[in-house]
């Protein structure tokens, strides 16, 4: 029999290829399960996989599903890496649109080229203000910020569902619960002529270099990391929890507002309820594949938004529930986590089985 | 307003069908933590458990089978919570959020064929005499056999916590693991029996809205109920008749807001409907604030992993 036996450090082989296997393993589990819903599995996966890979539009589409779930993962890395659990970006992400959007139809049919940063800033301080409710909650009364921040999540899918039948409804809407089509002024810049890429991935691939610089090269890194692995030699050592607590918080609330305003003023193009998608629970996994560096979470978000891609395709070509696609991502955690344990033990012959075999050596 | 609108006894009787999911997730939860497993997967367990409860009654005709399936279902995906934490030794923070994404995306797909269809009516039991009692007769007599096991479940787990040697063992792996391991308790089979414990709990729970509340199955019908099951645990300072007086405490406001909706009270419905989920953070915010008591009820080994070494 075999057991597990502790390594004196991380293996780094581990660390990294513990993804890879889990991404494979994801692959034979989910044909498994396509099977299972009668379709044919090498299909399904070379759709998944494969197929936005080979054409231009999809390819661009990478970029549009990518870019907010790079954005809110790296974001989410650093409160991770303090134990800090921000679980509720999804709240953020839709506060996020609804103050940028609502900043832009302030001043509908306003032309300028301060109109889009005014609603990017609207947009990330609000995410960043729903972010420290929970923060300040913990802090100041102790509160669970698992639990606080992902009840916020049901509270402004809703706000966001009583303004566009209500306040911010477009007039001219024949009461349908959408606000007004943002204005060109209020709409993010395509990147990429004939497709729906907006700059805003631009701000995606600027967040990972702020967030490797920070996490890896600056002492604001070293303490979020201290603080998840020792939380008490960080306070020893000066740091304050508080300040911990609240910058993570706030950052990662920030990036997940303004993801929400780029989708907002991006490929979406108004206020709408079906706004959010899950972007803020999918960059959970993002941040978790990535191994919660930034480097790691912009290959593990384009992955994420290949099965995004990939999964329309599928439901398209071969007809497959949309929901499979979560549950394929779902997989794709649960492997991650288990093949982490390799990374921290090794598998070692049990003690019965190794005094066997000394005694068999010894014959 | 017209108050008249408003029957008493039809809300007590609201009040009760709300409350009973609560309670059977929470008191799963509860036994769960207090084995020191922070299980975060609630509202995937009751979702699975409502549509695995939807499905099979749908199959076989049979809402007793119905929730006996939601059950088996429960304590499946609870199954793969416990090997992961407890053999894989996984972050249990991060496999409850997995078991959440992945059960609403199970729960979803084999949920397609489903959406819509009418369940059949849930059987009530009803004694003869005293059902038919004006007032006391709906509100004590007339109800479907969870709502007792819901009760019995409470003091079941009660006396087993507080009276019973197998309860005193589960405390103690949760307030001390290494402590009970070097006494000779295994740590990790007694967890396992709590997290699966807890599973069936949050199947049945969730079988209870697909079947009873609703009665019909919609996408994503939990809507927040496993985290505020999460919470009602916290509020009860890990104490069972606390956790079914709070879990009825979090069905009462969830009755009044949509009685107040009936009403026509002149604010959008979604503001409304905003209430139970600010109530929980209200409540965990009173609840957290004192430190000391807060630590003192909380398993001390809650959420740590365990690795016997040797």
């Known amino acids: 029999m075999l057991r597990l036996e502790k390594r004196k450090e991380r293996s780094r082989v581990m660390t990294w290829a513990g993804p890879l296997l889990a991404v494979a393993l994801t692959m034979v589990f989910g044909m498994i399960l396509f099977a299972a819903l009668g379709k044919d599995p090498v299909r399904t996966i070379a759709i998944i996989f494969w197929d936005p890979l080979t054409n231009d539009f999809s390819r661009s589409e990478l970029l549009v599903k990518g870019t907010p779930l790079c954005l809110i993962a790296v974001g989410l890395a650093l409160g991770f890496r303090a134990g800090v659990w921000n679980i509720g970006a999804e709240g953020q992400f839709i506060v996020g649109a609804i103050a940028g959007g609502a900043a832009g139809l302030a001043v509908y049919d306003t032309a300028g080229v301060w109109v889009l940063p005014m609603m990017c800033l609207a947009g990330a301080a609000a995410g960043a203000a729903w972010a420290l409710i929970p923060a300040i909650l913990r802090i100041r009364f102790n509160a669970n910020e698992i639990l606080v921040s992902l009840m916020l999540v049901y509270v402004a899918g809703l706000w966001l569902s009583a303004l566009v039948t209500g306040p911010l409804r477009d007039p001219d809407g024949f009461n349908f619960p959408e606000s007004r089509i943002f204005h060109d002024s209020a709409t993010l810049p395509i990147l990429l002529e004939g497709t729906r890429a907006h700059v805003g991935a631009l701000a995606a691939l600027a967040a990972v270099v702020i967030g490797w610089l920070a996490l890896e090269r600056h002492e604001y890194g070293f303490s979020l990391k201290l603080f998840g692995q020792a939380p008490r030699a960080a306070r020893f050592a000066g740091y304050r929890e508080a300040r911990v607590v609240l910058l993570s918080m706030g950052v990662s609330g920030g990036l997940a507002g303004l993801a929400g305003t780029f989708e907002a003023a991006g490929p979406v193009g108004q206020l709408v309820p079906a706004l959010p998608v899950g972007y803020g629970f999918t960059a959970i996994i993002v941040a978790f594949l990535g191994r919660l560096h930034p480097g790691g979470i912009l290959l593990a978000s384009a992955l994420m938004a290949l099965t995004y891609i990939g999964g329309e395709g599928a439901q398209l070509e071969m007809r497959l529930p949309a929901a499979a696609i979560s549950v394929f991502q779902g997989m794709l955690l649960f492997f991650l986590l288990g093949m982490d344990v390799f990374s921290r033990y090794r598998l070692a012959p049990s003690k019965a089985l190794a005094a066997r075999r000394a005694q068999g050596g010894a014959a | ?310």
């Not at chain 2, 799963?28 to 458990?49: D, T």
């Not at chain 2, 589960?170 to 599973?199: K, P, Q």
């Open chain 2, 1 to 310: 307003m017209d108050m008249s609108a408003l029957n008493p006894v039809a809300i007590m009787v609201a009040l009760i069908v709300a409350a009973t999911p609560l309670v059977f997730a929470a008191i799963g939860e509860l036994v769960v933590e207090k084995a020191g497993v922070l299980n975060l997967g609630v509202e995937g367990m009751m979702i699975v458990g409502a549509i695995a409860g939807f499905a099979i009654t749908q199959e076989s005709g049979s809402t007793t089978v119905g929730i006996l399936a939601a059950l088996v279902a429960g304590a499946a995906l609870a199954g793969l919570f416990a090997f992961m934490t407890q053999v894989l030794m996984s972050n249990q923070v991060a496999t409850g959020l997995a078991l959440t994404l992945f059960g609403l995306g199970l729960a979803a797909m084999i949920g397609q064929p489903y959406a819509g269809i009418p369940s059949p009516p849930f059987p009530e039991l009803s004694i003869p005499g005293l059902s038919d009692l004006p007032v006391l007769g709906p509100l004590l007599f007339a109800h479907d056999w969870l709502v007792y096991a819901s009760l019995v479940l409470t003091g079941g787990v009660w006396w087993l916590l507080n009276r019973s040697r197998a309860g005193l063992v589960l405390r103690a792996v949760g307030e001390n693991h290494d402590a009970a391991h070097a006494i000779g308790y295994r740590v990790v089979a007694i967890r396992t029996a709590a997290i699966l414990f807890g599973g069936a709990c949050a199947g049945v729970g969730g079988a209870y809205l697909s079947l009873v509340a609703a009665p019909l199955w919609v996408e994503g019908m939990t809507a927040g109920r496993g985290w505020i099951a999460l919470a009602i645990v916290v509020f009860a300072s890990w104490k069972p008749w606390r956790a079914f007086l709070g879990a009825y405490i979090f069905g009462g406001v969830s009755i009044a807001q949509l009685n107040l909706q009936a009403l026509g009270v002149a604010i959008e419905s979604q503001y409304l409907s905003m209430t139970p989920y600010i109530v929980t953070i209200v409540v965990l915010v009173i609840i957290s604030a004192d430190k000391a008591r807060a630590r003192m009820n909380a398993p001390a080994c809650l959420g740590r992993p365990f690795f016997a070494a040797g």
